[in-house]
């Protein structure tokens, strides 16, 4: 259970959040972003785990941040029956069918804008790629996936959507079993597709070459991975924030049935759709070792998560260290050439290794080259972080 934070000494903002939802990286920035906001408005901020908790509290304002259906659907209706006014953070109360407040992202937008650039980019067979049919958010992204498919004359159904219900792995797996059919892979988000990339390149098949691949997020790992990650912006700091202002709105006007605020999403063109319309671009030429994750102590998708929220969590000096680690300098070499002390890079090192869960430097070293194939990318991330 995430632990209260305390801002200022002022009554708190009650926030219910999924239990499955605490090692999830999107989730994770709608909290750092509720926090933000909250802060701006000097408020403190106090993170629940059991709905019971608020079953006989007197009615107030509660943040659910979820992504789960059914979770989300009886924990919402019950705070509502409980007298409580709901916000709903991650989940799309619309999709849900549910009338409760909220900031949205428009992920059927989202996926229509995918589609018509891959068509543009001349992709026609393409497939949607880490679908979990449990996450409403997905539902909305898979039933958008198939409308707007026929809408634009693709030959696209339900069997084009590979999800990962069991393991992320075992879905990219199916997925490039099938390659066959498929010359475009539109995952929904950017874990997803760095897998989806890493297991092509053990594969043999060529990213973009052969097959165009985006995710969604925005992700830092997406920026430093080889080729770099087409995406789109789905920004859950700014979600986050946003639903502290739909928080303020509710105070200000009780009597408002309810606020709803939606969040714009944009197209990020990158290498691993050839930046189209440049198709021609060759992939640089360069020799990658990978080194195996451990499947059976822990999921790709965890470790993905991991190593996402150790880039958001990292500074540039984090970063530049990362950077070092990938290339396997020591940590003297590292020290001088950061202008630090050994102690610093040991201690920086200490957290990398907690926030990635890894026991040491080599598999800090092992994780990063498994899905980061260029150090350099790490050192331009670190320069934007300055």
Same mark, same amino acid.
């Given at each position: 259970?995430?632990?209260?934070?305390?801002?200022?000494?002022?009554?708190?903002?009650?926030?219910?959040?999924?239990?499955?939802?605490?090692?999830?990286?999107?989730?994770?920035?709608?909290?750092?972003?509720?926090?933000?906001?909250?802060?701006?408005?000097?408020?403190?901020?106090?993170?629940?785990?059991?709905?019971?908790?608020?079953?006989?509290?007197?009615?107030?304002?509660?943040?659910?941040?979820?992504?789960?259906?059914?979770?989300?659907?009886?924990?919402?209706?019950?705070?509502?029956?409980?007298?409580?006014?709901?916000?709903?953070?991650?989940?799309?109360?619309?999709?849900?069918?549910?009338?409760?407040?909220?900031?949205?992202?428009?992920?059927?937008?989202?996926?229509?804008?995918?589609?018509?650039?891959?068509?543009?980019?001349?992709?026609?067979?393409?497939?949607?790629?880490?679908?979990?049919?449990?996450?409403?958010? =997905?539902?909305?992204?898979?039933?958008?996936?198939?409308?707007?498919?026929?809408?634009?004359?693709?030959?696209?159904?339900?069997? =084009?959507?590979?999800?990962?219900?069991?393991?992320?792995?075992?879905?990219?797996?199916?997925?490039?079993?099938?390659?066959?059919?498929?010359?475009?892979?539109?995952?929904?988000? =950017?874990?997803?597709?760095?897998?989806?990339?890493?297991?092509?390149?053990?594969?043999?098949?060529?990213?973009?070459?052969?097959?165009?691949?985006?995710?969604?997020?925005?992700?830092?790992?997406?920026?430093?991975?080889?080729?770099?990650?087409?995406?789109?912006?789905?920004?859950?700091?700014?979600?986050?924030?946003?639903?502290?202002?739909?928080?303020?709105?509710?105070?200000?006007?009780? =009597?408002?049935?309810?606020?709803?605020?939606?969040?714009?999403?944009?197209?990020?063109?990158?290498?691993?759709?050839?930046?189209?319309?440049?198709?021609?671009?060759?992939?640089?030429?360069?020799?990658?070792?990978?080194?195996?994750?451990?499947?059976?102590?822990?999921?790709?998708?965890?470790?993905?998560?991991?190593?996402?929220?150790?880039?958001?969590?990292?500074?540039?000096?984090?970063?530049?260290?990362?950077?070092?680690?990938?290339?396997?300098?020591?940590?003297?070499?590292?020290?001088?050439?950061?202008?630090?002390?050994?102690?610093?890079?040991?201690?920086?090192?200490?957290?990398?290794?907690?926030?990635?869960?890894?026991?040491?430097?080599?598999?800090?070293?092992?994780?990063?080259?498994?899905?980061?194939?260029?150090?350099?990318?790490?050192?331009?991330?670190?320069?934007?972080?300055?």
């Amino acid at each position: 259970m995430r632990k209260e934070r305390r801002i200022l000494n002022k009554t708190a903002i009650d926030i219910l959040l999924e239990p499955a939802g605490t090692h999830n990286a999107l989730i994770m920035r709608s909290m750092t972003g509720l926090e933000f906001g909250a802060g701006l408005k000097h408020q403190t901020v106090c993170y629940h785990n059991d709905l019971r908790c608020f079953e006989t509290r007197d009615p107030l304002i509660v943040f659910v941040v979820s992504v789960s259906q059914g979770w989300t659907r009886r924990a919402a209706t019950l705070l509502k029956q409980w007298g409580h006014k709901v916000i709903l953070v991650g989940a799309d109360s619309e999709a849900l069918g549910l009338d409760f407040s909220g900031p949205l992202l428009n992920r059927a937008n989202l996926v229509r804008r995918l589609l018509e650039y891959f068509v543009l980019a001349g992709r026609t067979r393409i497939a949607s790629v880490g679908n979990q049919t449990h996450d409403i958010n =997905d539902q909305v992204r898979g039933q958008a996936f198939v409308a707007v498919g026929e809408a634009l004359g693709l030959s696209i159904s339900a069997n =084009d959507i590979y999800r990962a219900d069991d393991d992320l792995v075992a879905c990219v797996g199916r997925f490039l079993d099938n390659i066959a059919k498929y010359d475009g892979a539109i995952c929904v988000n =950017d874990m997803a597709a760095v897998e989806l990339m890493r297991q092509s390149r053990e594969r043999g098949i060529g990213v973009p070459e052969r097959l165009y691949v985006a995710g969604s997020g925005n992700s830092r790992l997406g920026q430093v991975v080889t080729p770099s990650l087409t995406t789109t912006t789905l920004d859950y700091f700014q979600l986050g924030v946003l639903a502290i202002d739909i928080w303020r709105l509710m105070q200000r006007y009780p =009597d408002a049935d309810r606020f709803q605020v939606s969040l714009p999403c944009e197209l990020i063109i990158r290498e691993s759709t050839a930046c189209f319309p440049a198709s021609d671009k060759k992939e640089s030429a360069h020799e990658v070792r990978y080194a195996p994750i451990d499947m059976e102590t822990e999921s790709a998708g965890g470790c993905l998560d991991r190593l996402e929220g150790c880039l958001i969590a990292g500074d540039a000096l984090d970063i530049s260290i990362l950077g070092g680690v990938h290339q396997g300098s020591s940590v003297a070499s590292l020290a001088e050439k950061l202008f630090v002390s050994q102690g610093t890079v040991n201690n920086r090192l200490k957290r990398l290794y907690a926030l990635c869960n890894v026991q040491g430097k080599n598999e800090l070293t092992g994780l990063l080259r498994c899905y980061i194939t260029e150090a350099s990318a790490l050192g331009c991330l670190a320069a934007g972080c300055s």
